[in-house]
DNA sequence: GTCTTTCTGTGGTGTTCGATACAGAAATCC
DNA sequence: GGATTTCTGTATCGAACACCACAGAAAGAC
């Protein structure tokens, strides 16, 4: 906003990174300013400047996995041939990626308490809401294309593939291996209709 | 522990419920004691008197849930004639179920934020530990009976069936209906291994 | 150099956190 | 009845919470 004055001393997008990790690790309320002050190397004063509340920080941070994994997860999905191509690829992918950090998805498993932070909570509703249409309007397009039977219920299968891939998460979280989720994942691909 | 003094002013039991009530819909850290005193109609020493902290409650809290939800869920698993019946049943249950206090399941979705709560937290991994085992091992057993082929890998199976229904917990805590998860159920079940 | 602008570090704001000391109240035991 | 035991309500405890005032430091503008 400004090219004035004494330039930041830290780098806003490490700093950012770091804050992410942390909340991702530890969820919202569990996370206090202070360990994010210590994980960003920096004051709290500049935290505030930079980022301007806890809750607004949890927000970019919430953005910044979307722009960071996102891509990992659904740059497949996106050029899938065929939908059934597609979803194989968002649950091998989700496979590969959820299990690295062992702590499953930010965006499926964040449980803010409703107290304060309504923006964060909105925000998260609106990228979990975002995801579900995402994935049965491909779905209704590959039926539209009919490469889905017109009686298969789409609406079904999107909540039941992206189910897989929350599922998929939440044993992440638990300590699951890259090979036991995509084993997972083979299994899903089974209940694709068939011809 | 004693019948002699003054006796409880109120009911433990109920006390416990509504405790847990508020530890489900908010999570272990953005649930305060103050709040806890509050839903319960206790004061602080009360609370601490009858159940020592706001981790061993929370542990209390943990427990009563897998009382008082765990048969809604398992009595038709356990009840099933066939494996595939047993997981029908589970997966039709939990959609049940967790429309019901659209919250998900609080095993399956709490996440308790590392620092103090080692007990709780042991506790639920014990608990999760317990219910992919708990699906796992009817599989193998049906596999050994011959009502699986010897050639399903029956680890990856349970993975995909506890998977779902956690994925449906996810999915009721953002508001999916009953109709909804039921039917996400179905599509799931057609990814039974055929003869 | 001097001025202006912006950031950093120290220290502290009031509030709320989880957890208690203490005195009085309510029961049983003898 | 009195003694003993246990619970309840008030009124906190120190610590941690999210957050910010303020002075000094570090840059560009002139």
Redesign the interface.
């Known amino acids: 906003m400004a090219d004035r004055g004494r330039p930041r001393s830290f780098d806003r997008e490490r700093a950012l990174a770091a804050a992410m990790l942390l909340f991702w690790?530890?969820?919202?309320?569990?996370?206090s300013v202070a360990e994010l002050c210590q994980a960003m190397g920096i004051g709290s004063p500049s935290l505030y400047a930079a980022f301007g509340s806890k809750e607004a920080l949890y927000a970019e941070a919430l953005t910044l996995y979307g722009e960071r994994f996102g891509p990992r997860i659904w740059s497949g999905f996106d050029a899938g041939p065929t939908a059934r191509a597609a979803i194989r690829s968002l649950l091998l992918d989700s496979a590969g990626t959820l299990a690295e950090g062992a702590c499953g998805c930010m965006v499926?498993?964040a449980?803010?308490?409703?107290?304060a932070a309504c923006q964060a909570q909105a925000l998260l509703?609106g990228m979990?809401?975002a995801i579900l249409e995402k994935v049965t309007s491909r779905l209704a397009a590959a039926q539209a294309e009919g490469e889905l039977p017109a009686t298969v219920?789409v609406?079904?299968?999107g909540?039941?593939y992206?189910?897989?891939?929350?599922?998929?998460?939440?044993?992440a979280r638990?300590g699951?291996t890259q090979p036991?989720?995509a084993?997972?994942a083979?299994?899903?691909m089974?209940?694709w209709?068939g011809p």
Chains 1, 2 share one sequence.
């Not at 690790?25 to 996370?31: L, V």
């Not at 449980?111 to 107290?115: D, M, Q, S, T, Y």
Request: neutral net charge; glycine residues 8%; without cysteine.
């Open positions: 690790r530890r969820g919202y309320s569990a996370t499926t498993l449980n803010i308490g409703e107290p509703a979990r809401a219920d609406a079904a299968l909540r039941f992206l189910g897989v891939q929350q599922g998929m998460s939440v044993q638990d699951a036991a989720l084993a997972m083979e299994v899903a089974a209940a209709p």
